[in-house]
């Protein structure tokens, strides 16, 4: 048995999965942090940064996780669940250069 060839980079799990979760985390932090500052303004420009900013990385990790080549089909995968597509039945492949 052959092993699948992968076509996703070796950051992805780290882009995906470990910096939003940092965010959250860090974010949490923040909002915690910016409630006990006392000008209310500044209140809510760290609370929307922070929530624009998460955002964002959602939108960037939300996509596919990991792509795999076996035989002839695509190995798609989000960590938890996985699909097997054959080439043929894909029309467009794109790539992320974030990483």
């Not at 929530?51 to 792509?67: A, D, E, T």
């Not at 076996?70 to 989000?78: C, L, Q, T």
């Amino acid at each position: 048995m052959r092993t699948p060839l992968k076509l996703s980079s070796s950051l992805t799990f780290l882009n995906e999965w470990v910096i939003p979760s940092l965010w959250l985390l860090g974010g949490i932090w923040q909002i915690q942090y910016a409630l006990r500052i006392p000008s209310p303004l500044a209140k809510w420009i760290m609370v929307i940064v922070w929530g624009i900013g998460f955002i964002l990385i959602l939108m960037y990790s939300w996509p596919i996780k990991l792509v795999t080549l076996d035989g002839d089909y695509f190995v798609i995968s989000n960590y938890f669940t996985s699909r097997r597509v054959p080439i043929s039945h894909l029309t467009k492949v794109g790539e992320s250069r974030l990483g």
